[in-house]
């Protein structure tokens, strides 16, 4: 059956966070269908804590309305923090004044997905257009910038503080200067490095070589990129992007350093036609004007995850595909398993579709960046393909699915029927629909 409600609501407290679906408030794990495309959010302890933090990943993703004060407010909302039972969560801002609330004059949330802030991009300018890459705090104070207030908003949306910004910066534009074919002295100069000795060891201390070494020297340069589902990571060099990734993603500083470890390579903030460009095609995909991606990759990885990889670029946009039948296309028919652990590892979320593979009794099952983030872009690319007929698709709370487990071998789970609920969506595939 399917459960219908007026709106869509999310309260940190209507619901505990165990056996909690992402993006529904029941506490049985029921589904909560509002249109015809329901829209999925964090669970309501996740968007709390990003509430309270001011988590600047969060913007877009969803809106918090305020029982006491009437109206609704960005995640990063610089306004007192509200209590959690006084809050709850809305998808869109259609949604919250929907519910009855007005926009918050602070923090504007009609004006749409927040960039980053003026102070931010202005502080980023600044150091692309000195010349030696450095911004000092009389610098600051001649353009009418309070240091610290420059210090504090940069560290909270960069998660680095803005003196180290400079310096991996300047260390980036000193290794282009030095692999160019420029004297070392004089990349140093150029860089504002008085000191030859301190230099080179900084130099050495971000990329493990002496600048004189630096020919076979690689580097990764890295940019935040802006999305309606949050901020993204992504790195890239002369080969090919090499990972594209929600800054909230589990293990992501795991990923940082092994790509570290097997590229020997360092990774500072840059600039780079490749990054421009997957800024560019991500805007399109959002704005449900790009199908596919078709940037330069450079996935780092085994013989058999490259495998797997190459085999979720087949699968068309709107569709999914369970790990068995990506495994039988791989040539290894019981190999579902592999081809899960293969999926997890994959670091170009969204140019190699790895959201677009699910479990065969059509459960979403896991994602990094968030089981919410899985469902939104499979409902996302659901919208811009014609003629996919409605199918029942299941969510299932934890609990149930263990006593399933527990009691299939003996026909005694017949009463689990009341703990699951089928909700009405749009499917993203029949299971075993083939494709080229």
Same mark, same amino acid.
């Given at each position: 059956?399917?459960?219908?409600?007026?709106?869509?609501?999310?309260?940190?407290?209507? #619901?505990?966070?165990?056996?909690?679906?992402?993006?529904?408030?029941?506490?049985?794990?029921?589904?909560? *269908?509002?249109?015809?495309?329901?829209?999925?959010?964090?669970?309501?302890?996740?968007?709390?804590?990003?509430?309270?933090?001011?988590?600047? #990943?969060?913007?877009?993703?969803?809106?918090?309305?305020?029982?006491?004060? &009437?109206?609704?407010?960005?995640?990063?909302?610089?306004? =007192?923090?509200?209590?959690?039972?006084?809050?709850?969560?809305?998808?869109?801002?259609? *949604?919250? !004044? @929907? &519910?009855?609330?007005?926009?918050?004059?602070?923090?504007?949330?009609?004006?749409?997905?927040?960039?980053?802030?003026?102070?931010?991009?202005? !502080?980023?300018?600044?150091?692309?257009?000195?010349?030696?890459?450095?911004?000092?705090? =009389?610098?600051?104070?001649?353009? &009418?910038?309070?240091?610290?207030?420059?210090?504090?908003?940069?560290?909270?949306?960069?998660?680095?503080?803005? @003196?180290?910004?400079?310096?991996?910066?300047?260390?980036?534009?000193?290794?282009?200067?030095? =692999?160019? &074919?420029?004297?070392?002295? %004089?990349?140093?100069?150029? +860089?504002?490095?008085?000191?030859?000795?301190?230099?080179? %060891?900084?130099? #050495?201390?971000?990329?493990?070589?002496?600048?004189?070494?630096?020919?076979?020297?690689?580097?990764? !340069?890295?940019?935040?990129? *802006?999305?309606? !589902?949050?901020?993204?990571?992504?790195?890239?060099?002369?080969?090919?992007?090499?990972?594209?990734?929600?800054?909230?993603?589990?293990?992501?500083?795991?990923?940082?350093?092994?790509?570290?470890?097997?590229?020997?390579? #360092?990774?500072?903030?840059?600039?780079?036609?490749?990054?421009?460009?997957?800024?560019?095609?991500?805007? %399109?995909?959002?704005?449900?004007?790009?199908?596919?991606?078709?940037?330069?990759?450079?996935?780092?990885?085994? %013989?058999?995850?490259?495998?797997?990889?190459?085999?979720?670029?087949?699968?068309?946009?709107?569709?999914?595909?369970?790990?068995?039948?990506?495994?039988? +296309?791989?040539?290894?028919?019981?190999?579902?398993?592999?081809? /899960?652990?293969?999926?997890?590892?994959?670091?170009?979320?969204?140019?190699?579709?790895?959201?677009?593979?699910?479990?065969?009794?059509?459960?979403?099952?896991?994602?990094?960046?968030?089981?919410? +983030? =899985?469902?939104?872009?499979?409902?996302?690319?659901?919208?811009?393909?014609?003629?996919?007929?409605?199918?029942?698709?299941?969510?299932?709370?934890?609990?149930?699915?263990?006593?399933?487990?527990?009691?299939?071998?003996?026909? /005694?789970?017949?009463?689990?029927?009341?703990?699951?609920?089928?909700?009405?969506?749009?499917?993203?595939?029949?299971?075993?629909?083939?494709?080229?």
């Amino acid at each position: 059956m399917s459960v219908q409600t007026r709106k869509s609501r999310w309260s940190p407290v209507s #619901a505990p966070a165990k056996g909690l679906r992402p993006g529904y408030g029941s506490q049985t794990g029921v589904g909560v *269908e509002t249109d015809a495309h329901p829209q999925s959010l964090p669970t309501p302890r996740t968007m709390y804590r990003a509430l309270s933090r001011r988590d600047a #990943a969060y913007e877009g993703v969803f809106f918090t309305g305020v029982k006491t004060t &009437g109206i609704f407010c960005r995640p990063t909302c610089k306004a =007192k923090r509200p209590r959690a039972e006084n809050v709850e969560f809305f998808p869109t801002v259609t *949604e919250a !004044l @929907h &519910g009855g609330y007005r926009p918050c004059r602070l923090c504007r949330p009609m004006n749409g997905t927040k960039p980053a802030p003026p102070l931010v991009e202005r !502080l980023r300018r600044a150091v692309e257009a000195a010349p030696d890459g450095r911004v000092s705090d =009389k610098d600051l104070t001649a353009m &009418g910038v309070e240091p610290t207030t420059a210090r504090r908003q940069f560290k909270a949306y960069h998660g680095m503080t803005f @003196h180290a910004y400079q310096r991996a910066r300047r260390m980036g534009l000193a290794l282009r200067d030095v =692999k160019s &074919g420029k004297p070392v002295i %004089e990349a140093q100069l150029a +860089r504002g490095y008085e000191s030859t000795s301190g230099f080179r %060891e900084a130099f #050495a201390r971000v990329f493990g070589a002496p600048p004189r070494g630096a020919k076979g020297v690689a580097c990764l !340069l890295a940019r935040r990129l *802006e999305t309606p !589902l949050g901020t993204m990571l992504a790195l890239a060099d002369d080969t090919g992007l090499r990972l594209l990734e929600f800054v909230d993603r589990r293990g992501l500083e795991r990923e940082l350093v092994g790509l570290r470890r097997r590229l020997k390579c #360092a990774i500072v903030p840059g600039n780079h036609a490749i990054l421009d460009q997957t800024a560019v095609q991500l805007a %399109e995909y959002f704005a449900g004007t790009r199908e596919q991606f078709d940037v330069p990759l450079a996935p780092v990885g085994s %013989e058999f995850q490259l495998r797997v990889w190459a085999e979720l670029q087949r699968i068309p946009l709107g569709r999914t595909r369970s790990y068995a039948e990506v495994a039988a +296309r791989v040539g290894l028919a019981r190999g579902h398993r592999a081809v /899960a652990r293969a999926n997890g590892s994959n670091m170009l979320a969204l140019v190699i579709p790895c959201h677009r593979v699910i479990r065969a009794n059509g459960d979403l099952c896991g994602y990094a960046g968030g089981v919410w +983030r =899985k469902q939104r872009l499979l409902e996302h690319e659901r919208k811009r393909v014609p003629g996919i007929g409605h199918k029942k698709a299941r969510y299932v709370t934890k609990k149930a699915a263990a006593l399933r487990f527990l009691f299939v071998g003996c026909g /005694a789970f017949s009463w689990l029927k009341r703990e699951e609920t089928v909700v009405e969506q749009k499917p993203c595939a029949t299971p075993g629909e083939t494709y080229p």
